[in-house]
């Protein structure tokens, strides 16, 4: 047992001495010019040498992390954290001290989701509306009540069963959340939008926003919006599905510490 105990262990020095080999290596091609690049390489040394504690499916946790200098005691929002387990923001509650507000309409993840979780949770769904009954697939679509509409796709198979709609900012007071929210993660899709164009941004001060994308033209509808309020777009390359954002003092704040 030993000799193969001590052979894990020199594969384990060999990974990180590869990885720092690499992360030089790939310092070492930013000249004259490309300096645009030395921020994307950093982040990407950043979430290496973390990678095995992230909980989020597109390192989205490093990055909330890499943006803030590994903030302690901050505040996240969430919608849509499915069990808990795989969220966004479960690195940051256990490990970083964060507090925050989830909500999650989905019966079938509730029990596991607060049993996982310490922060604020709610089941229902944020919406621009108060008070809708909302027809919802526990696959992951909703409908109106009158069955005109579905978002995030065509699923078959969910269960569904109404739940109550809840504005952001209604969601938000009833979290007693703080006027200044470090993260906001948002996975609704098709209403995003909406959402966001009814949001009052000078009522809360958002630091970063992932935000999942259903398309280019309701990306392109994001980026208006955040842009007109006073963010910038991060890291587009990384982010995929989803558009990541940082509000421009902010940035300018991180990159004035870092030079």
Known sequence: ????????????????????????????????????????????????RRASLSKAPRLQDLWVLF?????RNGYFVEFGAADGEGSTTLLLEKSYGWQGAIAEPARSRLDKLRASRSCYISNKFIYTDDGLKILFNDAGTIEDSSGGRATQGTR???KRYEVESVTLRSFLQAAEAPRTID???????DDTVDLLERFDFSERDV???SIAAADAQQSEALGAVLNRNGYE??????????????KRDAAQASRSAAA
């Open 1 to 48: 047992m030993e000799n193969e105990l001590e052979i894990v262990f020199k594969s384990v020095l060999g990974i990180r001495d590869t990885l720092e080999d690499s992360i030089s290596e790939i310092k070492s091609l930013i000249g004259p010019g490309q300096e645009a690049y030395a921020e994307p390489i950093d982040f990407l040394a950043f979430a290496a």
């Open 67 to 71: 943006e803030l200098g590994e903030k």
């Open 156 to 158: 078959r198979g969910g």
């Open 183 to 189: 993260y906001m993660c948002i996975n609704v899709e």
């Open 207 to 209: 630091t970063l926003f």
């Open 233 to 246: 777009r991060r890291f587009k390359a990384f982010s995929t599905s989803e558009d990541w954002y940082i």
